[in-house]
């Protein structure tokens, strides 16, 4: 923004290249001086003819490093041709928002700052390692495998700081995978029989990759005299709360778009992309897992009460109170994304609707209350078969859907990792009346799984 005897927003931004300048050696790079060059004439051209003569300068670039960084290349361009004597710096400012939207805007604009240059600096020593490290590392491993593989179909190697090593990975990952052998192993499940219905309790012992030794388990409950029997040791209930979504950034967007809507990465970041400009939604570029004080909850949640898909939902949540976790990280730039603006039946559509839809979901939830459940685990024993005849059965019900209601807990996946055998996360069912009874309607199922890389 700039003001020339009267306000006149410009929304252009410049971006500049920077270069190594001098020839030799890897080694010799690293020293060579380097120079920044607009990257688009045209740009420059622009920002310096509407600057001529300007009083004043407000610049409203993302309120990141990068952002603070693009800062000080506009006012290297074009300060120097702002009216008046003595320090221009003086009448330049800084806005910080993170959603494109009058509200945000409007506060933002009543309290300006200035530009950081230590910020800037700290960019512009992370780009010059970045292009040195880079040049350096291409020219040395040009030159290294160009002289020993002649057929070698490149002119230029090239490496880079952060996609050389990303790339490693995927290479190793692919490895793993390509010289992976999968191993047949078994599971034992035992069925009990109670009230008519049949219940499937889990091994304890998890897994076996000897085949006989399972049958021999199975043989020995078979030939029992008297008849082999299970015995139910323990039937523990306990009430659980399953803790509501943390606010959502950028990595969790792309993964719940990936496995909620079948949308990928570049896609859904550029749905998120539109919808920001738009104004639906906040800047969706962000690390932030944890709203900051000054975020208003409850205005943004007022902009949903009319929507016929969670109106109703979002007035009971303001009525009873939302529930803001204390958890997360507020790293200052950008907070977690969320709905500007509520968007009304029809106006958005394909994979832009969709992903406004799970984000508008998602902040809701966040601020909701836990769901809770009643968590059932039943213990039983087989005497005959000593420490290998324990089994258990798992099962919950829901007792308050909290954040589910407008949510679905299965919507992204199960997240959890490693889990151990026998240890999985309970099933929503309900569990027939199992008390410390002998149980002896019972039947072994015997499954081969061949194990898969994950």
């Known amino acids: 923004m700039l003001c020339h005897r009267s306000l006149d927003m410009c929304s252009m931004l410049i971006s500049l290249r920077i270069s190594v300048v001098g020839y030799g050696g890897p080694c010799r790079i690293v020293h060579a001086p380097v120079v920044k060059k607009p990257c688009k004439g045209s740009v420059v051209k622009h920002l310096q003819e509407i600057t ?156 076996s990759f000897n085949r006989n030794k399972v049958d021999s388990y199975i043989a020995t409950c078979r030939d029992a005299n008297p008849a082999s029997v299970a015995k139910v040791i323990s039937v523990i209930t306990k009430d659980k709360n399953q803790g509501r979504p943390v606010p959502l950034n950028t990595v969790a967007l792309l993964k719940a778009c990936s496995k909620a809507l079948g949308i990928g990465p570049h896609s859904a970041l550029q749905m998120a992309e539109r919808l920001y400009l738009s104004g639906y939604l906040s800047y969706p570029r962000t690390e932030s897992t944890r709203y900051p004080k000054s975020f208003d909850i409850a205005s943004t949640l007022q902009d949903q009460l009319q929507d016929n898909r969670w109106g109703s939902y979002v007035r009971d949540l303001l009525r009873d109170g939302v529930n803001v976790a204390k958890g997360g990280v507020d790293m200052g730039d950008h907070p977690p994304i969320t709905p500007c603006r509520h968007a009304r039946a029809g106006e958005l559509t394909g994979d832009m609707a969709r992903v406004y839809d799970l984000v508008t979901r998602h902040f809701i939830a966040s601020v909701s209350h836990d769901a809770k459940w009643r968590s059932t685990t039943v213990k039983i024993s087989i005497e005959e078969l000593g420490e290998k005849g324990d089994f258990t059965i798992r099962g919950k019900t829901l007792i308050s859907p909290g954040f589910l209601a407008i949510m679905l807990h299965k919507q992204y996946g199960d997240e959890r990792e490693d889990v151990p055998f026998g240890e999985e996360e309970e099933e929503e069912k309900d569990l027939p009346e199992l008390k410390k009874v002998i149980c002896t309607a019972c039947s072994f199922r015997l499954e081969e799984v061949r194990n898969k890389f994950l």
């Open 52 to 207: 001529k003569g300007a009083d004043f300068m407000v610049l409203w670039m993302d309120c990141d490093r990068e952002g603070e960084n693009i800062n000080f290349e506009v006012l290297e361009c074009c300060m120097h041709l702002m009216a008046g004597s003595g320090s221009k710096f003086d009448r330049v400012y800084r806005a910080h928002f993170s959603a494109i939207n009058p509200s945000d805007i409007m506060k933002a604009y009543n309290a300006l700052g200035k530009p950081d240059k230590f910020q800037s600096l700290s960019v512009d020593a992370r780009q010059e390692l970045d292009l040195k490290v880079g040049v350096a590392f291409s020219r040395f491993q040009t030159r290294y495998f160009q002289g020993r593989y002649g057929d070698l179909d490149s002119a230029v190697l090239s490496y880079g700081p952060c996609q050389t090593p990303t790339l490693g990975f995927c290479v190793q990952r692919h490895l793993e995978m390509e010289t992976f052998k999968p191993e047949p192993y078994w599971l034992l499940d035992l069925g009990i029989m109670n009230s008519g219905t049949m219940c499937r309790a889990v091994w304890d012992s998890g897994r």
